[in-house]
């Protein structure tokens, strides 16, 4: 018998599927970081990212709603959410940060990476086996990180490589915020060369 949390309680899959659905989040994250490039260099990646909590909380809100075609669209929606997630965050943390912190912050993003893959599957785990539609829930749960970086991005900087290289002046700005001289300097010295 199915643990009471499971889809397979609340809607009649197929092996394939399920599979499909598992598949349709991988492709569309595929597709997501293929494309992610374009929009975080034409509008910034502070903006990109924005939107992209989009994707999470359209897909999350499909792919619980219960019907095998939502599931399907709302995976899919995810995955492109995955894929600019993949990329657009590591990028943008190295270009803020200084050359002796990049490694420190790049590294840290991936362990909270890791950390909240691990507290997912916890989740998952606890969510699927003990409380009934927990599937649901757990998918819906995509929506909190989502309202959370939304939220919080007004504290999000821009990259300072974006700035420079839509206004030269971005660099008096920048320092006028009380950012290192030093720092943007050296990517504007990166960007020139």
């Given at each position: 018998s199915c643990p009471p949390g499971t889809i397979y309680n609340d809607i009649n899959l197929t092996l394939i599927e399920a599979q499909v659905a598992t598949s349709l989040t991988i492709i569309g994250a595929w597709i997501g970081s293929l494309v992610a490039t374009l929009p975080s260099e034409r509008y910034g990646k502070r903006l990109t990212l924005m939107c992209n909590t989009a994707f999470f909380l359209v897909g999350a809100g499909m792919s619980a709603s219960g019907n095998v075609v939502a599931l399907f669209i709302g995976r899919f929606i995810s995955g492109l959410g995955v894929g600019f997630a993949s990329g657009v965050p590591s990028v943008l943390l190295s270009e803020i940060a200084t050359d002796e912190t990049r490694g420190t912050?790049?590294?840290?993003?991936?362990?909270?990476?890791?950390?909240?893959?691990?507290?997912?599957?916890?989740?998952?785990?606890?969510?699927?086996?003990?409380?009934?539609?927990?599937?649901?829930?757990?998918?819906?749960?995509?929506?909190?990180?989502?309202?959370?970086?939304?939220?919080?991005?007004?504290?999000?900087?821009?990259?300072?490589?974006?700035?420079?290289?839509?206004?030269?002046?971005?660099?008096?700005?920048?320092?006028?915020?009380?950012?290192?001289?030093?720092?943007?300097?050296?990517?504007?010295?990166?960007?020139?060369?």
């Open positions: 912050i790049t590294t840290l993003h991936q362990l909270g990476i890791t950390v909240g893959i691990l507290i997912a599957g916890l989740l998952g785990y606890g969510m699927v086996t003990y409380v009934d539609h927990g599937w649901q829930y757990i998918q819906g749960f995509g929506c909190i990180p989502s309202l959370l970086m939304l939220l919080l991005s007004y504290w999000l900087p821009e990259s300072p490589k974006w700035l420079l290289l839509q206004s030269p002046d971005a660099l008096v700005d920048l320092s006028d915020e009380g950012r290192s001289n030093q720092h943007f300097a050296q990517v504007h010295a990166s960007i020139t060369a």
